[in-house]
Every structure is written in C-alpha cells, then in structure tokens.
C-alpha cells in the first residue's frame, strides 16, 4: 500500500535546519510535496531520508533539486535511494549552448588551411620515409647477405608478372581509343595518315607508362597499404622489431625494389600493345596495312620518346610504392584506418604521379626532347 510522501521542519540540537521526510518518496505519493517544498528557501541546510519507506526517481529528482536549491545536504539515504539520486543528479548538467554558425567565408578559409596543413605534413611524412627507405638500402648494399631475395623475387612476380593481363587489355582499349578518336577527328583535313603518329608518339612518350603507373597504383600500391597495415595493426610489426628485425629491410624495400624496377618494363609493354591496337584498327578502318603501320612508327616516333618513357617509370615506381607502405605504417587504431589509409595511398599515389608526369613533360621538352 502506498504511504502518501510527508515532511516536517525540525531543529537539531546543533543548529541545523532539517527537513526530516517520511512515506513513500514515488510519483504515486509524492501529491502536492514539491509545492510545498518550494516555500523552503536557503535557510535548509539538511535533507533527512532516513525514514522514507520508498523512493523512485521521481522522488530522488525532487530531494536533489531541493538540495541543489537550497544548498542542503542529504543525510539518512540508503544504497538505494543514494544510486537513484546520483543517477538524475548525473543528468542536471546545463544545456549546451551551441555556437553561431561561423561566416563561410571564414568556415571555407578554415578547411582550406587545415587541408594545406595536413597535405604539408603527409608530403614531409613521405619525403622523411623515403629518406629512411634510403638509408636502408644502402645498409643492405654494403651488407648483401641481409636481402631477402625471395621476398624480392616474390613481390617482381606479384607486381609484375601477374599484372601483365589487366594492364595488357587496358593498353589494347586504350590504343584501340586513341587511333579511332584520332581518325575521325584528322579525316576532317584529310589527314588520317597522321594518325599513327598520333597513336605512336602518344603511347610511348606519354599514356603507356601513365596508365601503367596508375593501374599499379591502383592494384599494387593498394595492396601494399593494406598489406603494411593489417600487420601494424595485429602488432606484427612490433614483434618485428622486438626480435631485431628492420620493417624497412623486411616489408619495404622488396615491395620498393619491386615498384621500380617492374614500372619500365610494365610501360615499355603497355606502349607496345597500345601501338598493336592501334595499328589493329587503322588496319580496319583506315586501310593501312599493318607492315606499312610499323614502318610508319620507326619513321615518325624518335628514340627520344622512348627514352622519355623510360626515364619516367622508376620515379613512378618509387611513388606508388613509398605512398603505399608510408600509409601503411601510418595505421593505428582499428580495422576501419587500414581502409581509411589505403584509400589514401591510392589518392596519393595517382596525384603525385601525374604532378610528377607534368613537370617531366615541362623539363623534357625544356631540355629538347620534344
């Protein structure tokens, strides 16, 4: 049965002005108590529960609003009645008042800054591991013994060999594209011959060793990030270390050695089966005969654009992989960074090899090889 909620004023032998409260302190009984309590000002300096049979949270919301308004201690209170009220007093925080909007001016200002710093970081995070990747490198040149062949060897075959199909038919569509878009725009002047120059120059100097760089991005650079990533995630990098191992020696350099010198031989394979697509369809369309096509191509494309081709591919190399296994190494936390950080890596890695394919095209054609 419920016992109404009731209160009497009392004065302790101290001095003290308590309010001593009795009956069942719940939402069925409480009645007209909270306007009665609200006669009580400051002058109540303790709230005695001693005697309260039951309590719910809406009676412990009422004895710590009134002890929070007049200051008042709470004394008698049971396990009970004690975790109630320090359950609804955990909840009597102030709003929070949330600011105004900032101006977007100033809001797009702000992002802008915090993209440049984070992008200014990353680029010295890269350029700091290359540094280290160097470092290593030249250990395990004056120490031969250290490398571990079958970690090379095994990463040529994985960035390499088994990227021959995807990258081969990629080459083929893409010559196939170059020498069709090429003929319908020339036929305009009368100038459809013009288009093995076009398909030639085009897939050497240019677009072989780019989309190579960026199907391996892609594919290897990904795997790498994820790869790194999962390890350092599951402490094995840290065993690594623990045991004396280098990361950089172990992990790094196959996958760096594997990158730079597999991107020429990718390049100069993607270029030839771009030119034999391309020469496939000046074959259909054009009439050209695919023994006049190739004669065509040794007249028109100079040994310079091969050259340049070449040249390019081990930098693209070196950049796919550092962005790759710097992103790697950069996981921490949970699963959900390793595809945070791959994704990454990715972006990196296709950005920094077509700002870098800009300034060789600048510096090339600086130098003469046009």
Partial sequence: MTVPSDFVEEMTEDGVTSLRFSGDLSIAAVGDLPERLSDYGEHVQRLDISEVDYIDTVGAWLIHRTARDSGAEIVGADNEAERLIAAVSGVDQPAEVRPDPPNPV????????????????????????????????????????????????????????????????MSFLIGLVI???????????????????????????????????????GRSGSAFAAQIGTMKLTEEIDAMRTIGVSPVEALVLPRFLAAVFMLPLLGFFASVVAIIGGGLLSWVELDIPPATFFARIREVVPLTDVYVGLAKAPVFGAIIAICGCYQGMQVEGNAEEVGKRTTAAVVQAIFLVIVLDAFFAVFFSWIGWN
Avoid: C
């Fill in 179 to 217: 020498a069709q878009q090429g003929a319908v725009q020339l036929r305009q002047f009368g100038a459809e011959v013009f288009t093995v120059n076009l398909v030639g120059r085009l897939t050497l100097r240019e677009l072989g060793v780019l989309m190579t760089a960026i199907m391996v991005a």
């Fill in 106 to 169: 100033v809001r797009v200002l702000s992002e802008v800054g915090e993209a440049t710093t984070i992008a200014l970081m990353t680029l010295a995070g890269l350029v700091g591991f290359f540094g280290s990747v160097m470092v290593s490198m030249g250990s395990l040149l004056r120490h031969p013994g250290r490398i571990r062949w079958n970690a090379v060897i095994q990463r040529f075959d994985v960035v390499g060999v088994r990227s021959l199909g995807i990258i081969g038919l």
